[in-house]
């Protein structure tokens, strides 16, 4: 495993809610430069940690922390996206 290799990738959806796995720093850096939505803090924070990681400032599971943090923000984080669509399929069938 490469020093900017995350341990453990964060499954994201992408597109039209396709699962792509961010592997690495490189992987979130290229995720948040290509972002099209809004870019707050949480962008910010996340794109600056994955810099300091790139630059050798900071670790990648510190920038992994961090892009962790923006793609759950946005909902994009695809174990929360599956449980959060599971919830409310599941009420909506209770509520029916």
């Not at 020093?3 to 039209?16: D, K, N, Q, S």
């Not at 396709?18 to 939505?37: C, H, I, K, M, N």
């Not at 924070?45 to 962790?68: H, V």
Request: with cysteine; net charge negative; hydrophobic share 55%.
């Amino acid at each position: 495993m490469s020093a900017m290799e995350f341990r453990e990738p964060v499954t994201i959806f992408v597109g039209l809610g396709f699962p792509f796995d961010v592997e690495s720093v490189l992987d979130a850096y290229r995720v948040l430069t290509d972002w099209v939505g809004a870019r707050d803090l949480s962008h910010t924070m996340a794109l600056n940690s994955c810099l300091d990681a790139i630059n050798g400032i900071a670790t990648a599971e510190a920038a992994r922390e961090q892009f962790e943090a923006f793609a759950g923000a946005r909902g994009i984080v695809a174990a929360e996206a599956i449980q959060a669509t599971v919830a409310r399929a599941a009420k909506d069938w209770v509520a029916a």
